[in-house]
Nanobody, 113 residues
């Protein structure tokens, strides 16, 4: 079955940068879109960024210009580079394969002084 394993994340001060990565297995990765979602405490899970099989991208308005999603079809990975982080970016970040309805276990990103 499809497995998505996130890595990266952690704690950073406002204005800092972090990178989260997701390794996929059990699927022909290069054929399918991928996405990153996040869920803050007490809030619904929300789309952060998505990337098509041909690497077209889409971002939530709240992260445009600060976050970059990318994929490496040779490694079956999808990354999310997060710059100029704000406290409101604090959340658990999840990797998602929408066509397979698969989710990773999530990785915590905390932005605070």
């Amino acid at each position: 079955q499809v497995q998505l394993v996130e890595s990266g994340g952690g704690s950073v001060q406002p204005g800092g940068s972090l990178r989260v990565s997701c390794a996929a297995s059990g699927m022909i990765f290069r054929f399918y879109p991928m996405a990153w979602y996040r869920q803050a405490p007490g809030k619904q899970r929300e789309l952060v960024a998505e990337i098509t099989a041909s690497s077209n991208t889409n971002y939530a308005d709240s992260v445009k210009g600060r976050f970059t999603i990318s994929r490496d079809n040779a490694k079956d990975t999808v990354d999310l580079q997060m710059n100029s982080l704000k406290p409101e970016d604090t959340a658990v970040y999840y990797c998602h394969a929408p066509r397979q309805a698969a989710w990773g276990q999530g990785t915590q990103v905390t932005v605070s002084l």
